[in-house]
């Protein structure tokens, strides 16, 4: 073998890379100290895209094609090596593929608890995790910030770092978009969507890469926040507390029995005292207790206090005009049993007075007894 045929084995004429791995986003060109032959072919793929770096400073881009390697279509690593006047002799560089290609279900998640502030909760700690789809868009930036010099710098490499960067951009998005932890716990789809250009940016900006799809399946709070979550979704579930309570008092009556009774006896006692509240501000305002036309609300509502009124006897008065009542009359005052008024009465949170057998009630007690 002559001298001619040696020179022309150490020189690379054909530079091209087929990608048969799947996980690798950036491979270089083992030169193995051979030097690139001058008018070389470079042979770049679809979803591939060639930077040359040469003396630590990244030089040309190539798309995908065929090119020649000659000075015309290497201006920067001509500037880079001084060719000022064209060159018939090789040269070295280092050649990097980059995977352009779209990388998808990649999984992301938190590790530990992210704090945000939210204006319903206060400072909260949320988990969560998804996937995401990305590419490289940028090849010397992602070079530079994240595969370096590596020969073969595969996704398995990357997506511990990758995950960590993800977590770090995904609190800054989040806390920037301000969305409520009740949204957060209930729209995964459109929060990925929202977060996506906020994301982006930010990633784009420092590595090279664009998410293309950016995906929560999971986000989770604290045991106490959930709890606080389904008090707020009950409340709404029962809407108006009146219409609550009278509901409760009617299924009462529905089925009966001593069960029924206890269960609802707070609901029933509850409406009762309201009732009657309103019933002494008209017996304040109107004279007593027959103080309001006869009939009048009864027929329009059965729990005003007219219709209250005009269902009780009248009050005994005492002597010096003091209103006393009995405690059939105090029940139907406050729309509980009269074994309930007589409990409270055993209990002495209603005070009243024992003549013989009967019980009487004061007017100015049973007051009491409902300011509490």
């Keep these: 073998m002559n001298l001619m045929n040696i020179i022309t084995k150490q020189l690379i004429e054909i530079i091209e890379w087929t990608d048969d791995s799947?996980?690798?986003?950036?491979?270089?060109?083992?030169?193995?100290?051979?030097?690139?032959?001058?008018?070389?072919?470079?042979?770049?793929?679809?979803?591939?895209?060639?930077?040359?770096?040469?003396?630590?400073?990244?030089?040309?881009?190539?798309?995908?094609?065929?090119?020649?390697?000659?000075?015309?279509?290497?201006?920067?690593?001509?500037?880079?090596?001084?060719?000022?006047?064209?060159?018939?002799?090789?040269?070295?560089?280092?050649?990097?593929?980059?995977?352009?290609?779209?990388?998808?279900?990649?999984?992301?998640?938190?590790?530990?608890?992210?704090?945000?502030?939210?204006?319903d909760f206060g400072a909260v700690r949320l988990r969560a995790f998804g996937t995401y789809d990305f590419r490289i868009v940028e090849p010397a930036?992602?070079?530079?910030?994240?595969?370096?010099?590596?020969?073969?710098?595969?996704?398995?490499?990357?997506?511990?770092?990758?995950?960590?960067?993800?977590?770090?951009?995904?609190?800054?998005?989040?806390?920037?978009?301000?969305?409520?932890?009740?949204d957060v716990a209930q729209r995964y789809g459109e929060l990925g969507d929202a977060l996506l250009p906020l994301i982006n940016p930010a990633m784009t900006d420092k590595y090279g890469l664009e998410?293309?799809?950016?995906?929560?399946?999971?986000?989770?709070?604290?045991?106490?926040?959930?709890?606080?979550?389904?008090?707020?979704?009950?409340?709404?579930?029962?809407?108006?507390?009146?219409?609550?309570?009278?509901?409760?008092?009617?299924?009462?009556?529905?089925t009966g029995g001593e069960g029924a009774a206890a269960a609802t006896l707070p609901a029933t006692m509850a409406m009762g005292f309201g009732m009657a509240q309103e019933m002494m501000k008209s017996m304040q305002s109107g004279g007593g207790a027959g103080g309001a036309p006869a009939g009048q609300g009864q027929a329009s509502d059965p729990f005003s206090p007219a219709a209250a009124q005009a269902a009780q006897a009248p009050a005994a008065p005492a002597a010096g005009g003091l209103q006393v009542l009995t405690p059939a009359q105090a029940a139907?005052?406050?729309?509980?049993?009269?074994?309930?008024?007589?409990?409270?009465?055993?209990?002495?949170?209603?005070?009243?007075?024992q003549i013989g057998s009967q019980w009487r009630i004061a007017q100015a007690a049973l007051d009491d007894f409902l300011r509490g």
């Design 332 to 353: 139907q005052v406050l729309g509980v049993s009269e074994a309930d008024v007589l409990a409270e009465i055993q209990a002495g949170n209603l005070k009243a007075r």
């Design 22 to 119: 799947r996980d690798t986003l950036s491979y270089r060109w083992p030169d193995d100290d051979k030097e690139i032959k001058n008018g070389a072919q470079l042979i770049v793929r679809e979803s591939q895209q060639v930077q040359f770096v040469s003396a630590g400073q990244y030089a040309d881009l190539f798309s995908p094609g065929k090119h020649t390697l000659t000075t015309q279509n290497i201006p920067i690593l001509s500037t880079i090596q001084g060719w000022k006047y064209g060159f018939n002799s090789p040269f070295k560089c280092d050649v990097y593929f980059i995977n352009t290609r779209l990388f998808t279900g990649n999984k992301w998640g938190t590790s530990n608890p992210v704090m945000v502030r939210d204006k």
């Design 211 to 254: 998410i293309t799809s950016f995906v929560l399946e999971n986000v989770s709070v604290p045991p106490e926040v959930e709890q606080a979550i389904d008090k707020r979704s009950s409340m709404t579930a029962i809407g108006n507390l009146n219409d609550y309570v009278k509901y409760q008092m009617g299924q009462a009556m529905t």
């Design 141 to 182: 930036k992602f070079l530079k910030e994240v595969a370096g010099t590596d020969q073969n710098f595969r996704i398995d490499e990357f997506a511990d770092t990758m995950r960590s960067r993800i977590i770090s951009v995904f609190t800054e998005s989040l806390a920037k978009a301000q969305v409520p932890v009740l």
